[in-house]
């Protein structure tokens, strides 16, 4: 059974920074992609963040490119969103997925909820 646990948000400011983690397990993610969504409160649910499990390689969208970074830790089978110069409009609950092929699977944390104020 595969879960995700994500962890790490909390109330900030704007302009400050926090670290998601989520930690992976019930299955090799080789191959796969891991990816990072958020749900404003009365929004739908956006594409935020993603890497890739093997290379490393990023993507995200263009409302958190170069302020977010998409990492992982393979050994530790995590995957970690750096949120830095945070906006009130990043304020939303965070969840990690991951894909294999070409759509992301039914599995999803249970969300961390991030809180930016002025």
């Known amino acids: 059974q595969v879960q995700l646990v994500e962890s790490g948000g909390g109330s900030v400011q704007a302009g400050d920074s926090l670290r998601l983690s989520c930690v992976a397990s019930?299955?090799?993610?080789?191959?796969?992609?891991m990816g990072w969504f958020r749900r404003a409160p009365g929004k739908e649910r956006e594409f935020v963040a993603a890497?890739?499990?093997?290379?490393?390689?990023?993507s995200y969208s263009d409302s958190v490119r170069g302020r977010f970074t998409s990492s992982r830790d393979r050994a530790r089978q995590t995957g970690y969103l750096q949120m830095n110069s945070l906006k009130l409009e990043d304020t939303a609950v965070y969840y990690c997925?991951?894909?294999?092929?070409?759509?992301?699977?039914?599995?999803w944390g249970q969300g961390t909820e991030v809180t930016v104020s002025s």
């Open positions: 997925t991951y894909k294999c092929d070409s759509e992301w699977s039914d599995y």
């Open positions: 019930g299955r090799t993610f080789s191959g796969c992609v």
């Open positions: 890497v890739s499990w093997n290379g490393g390689g990023t």
